[in-house]
C-alpha cells in the first residue's frame, strides 16, 4: 500500500467508531469529574507555638530511627557473616586471598537471614568484580563493602537523631550539638581543655559549611556530609596511635585546631579578640596585597569592620585549599569587583596594581601587567575570550596559581620563578659522581 493512501471506513464502520468515540470521552469527563482529589503530599511543618504537634513529630522520627537502626547487623552478625564467607568460598583455591563465586556468594546470602538478603544481589557482586579469570570476587571485598554499608546506615541515623526538623538537613547549631557530643567518645581529643571546646566545635563545624554549604543557607544534607568523606577524618580521631603526621594533616585534631587559633591570636595584636585589616595583613608570611585584604573586609562577614573567628575560619579553609572548588568560589566573589559573574582585564589589573605596589615597596623589579594579564588569560583559556567566568576558573585546573598571581607577591614570584625551582629540585635530585 503507497504510504500516502489514507484507510477509508464504510459508512456503517464510520458511524460505530465516532459512537464509541463519543461514549468513551463522555466517560473520561465523567472519570475526571468524579475522581478523587490529588492526594495531598506535602505537610507543612508545625509551628513553633503548636507544642503537640512538635512533640507529636519527635516523637513519630525517633521511632522510626530506632525502627531503622533494629535492622542494622550488629558486631555478633558481622562475625557470623565472616564466619559463613569463609566456610563458603570457591576453588581454585591458590593464594592468600579467599574468593567466592556468584553461586557460592547466593548461598551466602540465604543460608544467612533476611536481614543480610539487600547485601546479597547481582548488583553487589557486580559491583565487587575485579579481573578474576573465574569470575569470583574477593570474601574480604564483600566482607568490607558490608562493614562499610553499614558504618554509613549507622552514622546516618546518629546524624538524623540531631535533625530537629526531620528534612535531612543539620543546621549550624545542628552540627555543633551533635559533635560537642561526639569529643568525648574521641580519645585523641582527650588533652584539650574544656574551655577550648567551645573553640574546638566552632573550628570543627566550620569545615562542613565551608565546603557542604556554598550558598551560605546556614545549613548541610546529611548526604553530602556522609559522602564528602569529613566525617572520616573527624573519627579517625578514635584512634589511640594516629601517627603525628596525620594528626597534623587532620583538620579535626587537637594539634590543627590549637594551630589555627593560636594564629589567631598571634594576629590579634591589640587582644580585642577581632582582627583589623592590618592585623590580617600579617596572615602567612605578611605578602598579602592590601587591595586584597581590603577586598576580604568588603564582602565577608565583620563586625564594626572587624573580622571575628567564624569568618577568619572561612578565610583560613580558602588559602589552605585553593584548589577545591569552593575555595575557587570564595576568591572570585572577591575578585570579581564589579558583581558581574565574570573576571575582565580591568578586574586583574586592579588587583595586580596591588602586587606590583609590594614589588615596590620591596624594591624590586616592577613586572608590566600586559604580560601578567596574557599568561593569565593563556591558562584560563575562557570560554569568552574577553572574559573570565568561575566555571572557566575551576575547569581550567590553573585556579590555583591565578589566584596566587594576583593576591599574593609571594605567591607571584613562586610563578615566575618556577623553572629555576624546578631546575635546582632536578639538580637536588641528581647522584653525586
Known sequence: ?????????????????????SEGLKNSRKNCDETMPVPKFY???????????????????????????????????????????????????????????????????????????????????????????????????????????????????????????GQGLLTEMDLENYITELIPTLPQLEGLEKSFHSFYVCTAVRKFLFFLDPLKLGKVRIQDILASGFL???????????????????????????????????LDTNRNGMLCQEELRR??????????????FEECMTYEKEMDYKTYLDFVLAMDNKREPQALQYFFRL????????????????????????????????????????????????????????QDLISCGYGETVINILIDLDGFWTYENRESVVTDKNNQDKPET
Do not use: C
Request: charged share 25%; no cysteine.
Open 43 to 165: 505537610t507543612k511543618l508545625p509551628n513553633h507555638e503548636n507544642m503537640i504537634s512538635l512533640k507529636l513529630r519527635e516523637e513519630a522520627r525517633t521511632a522510626f530511627l530506632q525502627k531503622k537502626s533494629k535492622e542494622l547487623l550488629d558486631n555478633n552478625e558481622l562475625q557470623n557473616l565472616w564466619t559463613l564467607l569463609d566456610k563458603n568460598h570457591s576453588p581454585p583455591f591458590a593464594g592468600s586471598e579467599q574468593m567466592i563465586n556468584y553461586i557460592d556468594f547466593l548461598k551466602v546470602g540465604s543460608i544467612s537471614g533476611p536481614k543480610y538478603k539487600a547485601f546479597f544481589t547481582p548488583v553487589v557482586f557486580a559491583r565487587l568484580l575485579q579481573s578474576d579469570i573465574h569470575g569470583r570476587i574477593s570474601t574480604m571485598a564483600v566482607f568490607n563493602y558490608i562493614m562499610r554499608k553499614v558504618w554509613l546506615q549507622q552514622t546516618r541515623i546518629g546524624l538524623s537523631l540531631y535533625d530537629a526538623t
Open 335 to 390: 575578585l570579581d569587583v564589579g558583581h558581574r559573574n565574570h573576571l575582565n582585564t580591568f578586574d586583574l589589573h586592579f588587583y595586580f596594581k596591588g602586587v606590583q605596589e609590594l614589588m615596590q615597596q620591596h624594591k624590586q623589579e616592577v613586572v608590566a601587567f600586559d604580560d601578567v594579564n596574557d599568561e593569565i588569560f593563556d591558562m584560563v583559556r575562557p570560554a569568552d575570550p574577553s572574559k573570565i567566568t568561575l
Open 1 to 21: 500500500m503507497d504510504k500516502t493512501q489514507q484507510l477509508v471506513l464504510s459508512p456503517e464502520d464510520e458511524e460505530i467508531f465516532q459512537k464509541l468515540y
Open 232 to 266: 572520616d577524618e573527624l573519627l579517625e580521631l578514635r584512634d589511640e596511635e594516629l601517627p603525628k603526621d596525620a594528626q597534623d594533616s587532620n583538620w579535626f585534631s587537637a594539634p590543627s585546631a590549637l594551630r589555627v587559633y593560636g594564629q589567631y591570636l598571634n
Open 283 to 296: 596572615f602567612g608570611t605578611g605578602t598579602l596585597t592590601r587591595v586584597f585584604i581590603q577586598r576580604v
